[in-house]
């Protein structure tokens, strides 16, 4: 019988990219057009059933965090990934970051990072933010302003996206982060995450 090594756990052990920031690495949690709000349990690695949106709204893209991350909440970096169709949960997948949409989530920071799927030809040129049609943007704003509404949890969304500079900073700032909580100090300059 084989012998059966540790699985691996999507957020710490899935390479980041080899051209981060520019191109990063994305799990994605929740696929477009579901009510499912599925998110990865911390301690497991595994996908878990979180809860089913309380509106009548969906995803309006795909959904899920970037490896090796950490932010001031105490979770990976969430990302937003927009391509042409929905994928299954907990696979992951090459972006482009190129914006950011600032969010407050019950009082607390909770931004979420805007990529293209790298490999998406719909997305292929798209670099940052302001290319996308506005009415896309509102869509994304509208989502988020919406989606725990009825679960009486309040969200407030910033009126203006910043574009990629300011979104591959956040993943640096990010990536930073995670190093100083989880990769010891004697191997932080050698890290090749």
Not at 106 to 118: C, F, N, R, T, Y
């Amino acid at each position: 019988m084989p012998v059966r090594g540790a699985a691996a756990h999507p957020w710490h052990d899935i390479h980041v990219g080899d051209d981060a920031p520019n191109v990063i690495n994305a799990v994605i949690e929740i696929p477009r057009g579901s009510k499912v709000k599925y998110e990865l349990d911390k301690a497991t690695g595994m996908c878990y059933v979180d809860r089913i949106l309380y509106s009548s709204v969906v995803y309006p893209h795909n959904y899920g965090f970037i490896p090796k991350t950490l932010c001031d909440d105490g979770d990976p970096l969430d990302v937003l990934v927009l391509m042409q169709e929905a994928v299954t949960p907990m696979c992951f997948l090459r972006v482009r970051p190129i914006g950011v949409m600032g969010m407050l989530d019950q009082g607390e920071g909770d931004d979420k990072l805007i990529a293209v799927h790298a490999d998406d030809p719909e997305y292929k040129n798209v670099t940052d933010i302001s290319q996308l049609p506005p009415h896309r943007l509102k869509e994304i704003k509208r989502f988020f302003e919406d989606y725990k509404k009825n679960e009486n949890k309040e969200v407030a969304v910033d009126e203006l996206f910043r574009g990629s500079v300011e979104a591959k900073a956040i993943v640096n700032h990010s990536f930073d982060l995670y190093k100083e909580h989880y990769v010891p100090k004697k191997n932080r300059n050698e890290s090749k995450m």
